[in-house]
C-alpha cells in the first residue's frame, strides 16, 4: 500500500506529486530545490546556502516520516555546474555521518526557478 508523506516544514509540492511516498520497507522522497517552506521562494546566497536548504527540506520530510539522514540508502544530486561540486560536498557531508549512503551527482543544464542544486532520496525504514 502506498502512503503519502507530508509535512509543512518543508516546501509544498509545486506539480502534480508528493513531498514522498512510503511503501512500506522504503521511503522515496521527490526532489528538493531550495525553496523556503515558509515563503515558497528561493532562498537567497550562494550554492552553499542552497545546498543547506535542500537538505534542511529533505530533513523535514525524512522526520515526518520518523527517520533521518541515517536511514537513507541513496542521493541523487542534481547540479548545473560541476564546478560547485565541492561546495556542495562540504555542506551535504556536516548533514551525514558514516557510513555514508550511496550518492550519484550528476550536472544538468536547468533546473526548476533556476536553482544550482535539487536532491532527491530513498530511505529504508
Do not use: C, W
Request: hydrophobic share 45%; aromatic share 8%; proline share 6%.
Amino acid at each position: 500500500m502506498v502512503k503519502v508523506i507530508h509535512t509543512d516544514k518543508a516546501p509544498q509540492a509545486i506539480g502534480p506529486y508528493s513531498q514522498a511516498i512510503d511503501v512500506g520497507d522504503l521511503i522515496f522522497v521527490s526532489g528538493q530545490i531550495p525553496l523556503n517552506p515558509e515563503t515558497m521562494e528561493v532562498v537567497e546566497g550562494d550554492i552553499a546556502a542552497q545546498t543547506k536548504q535542500v537538505m534542511k527540506n529533505l530533513e523535514a520530510i525524512l522526520s515526518e516520516a520518523g527517520l533521518t539522514f541515517a536511514n537513507v540508502a541513496k542521493f541523487t544530486i542534481y547540479i548545473t555546474n560541476m564546478d560547485d561540486f565541492s561546495i556542495i560536498n562540504e555542506v551535504y557531508a556536516t548533514f551525514l555521518q558514516e557510513p555514508y549512503p550511496a550518492r550519484a551527482t550528476v550536472e544538468v543544464s536547468k533546473l526548476p526557478k533556476g536553482v544550482k542544486v535539487e536532491m532527491d532520496v530513498i530511505a529504508k525504514k
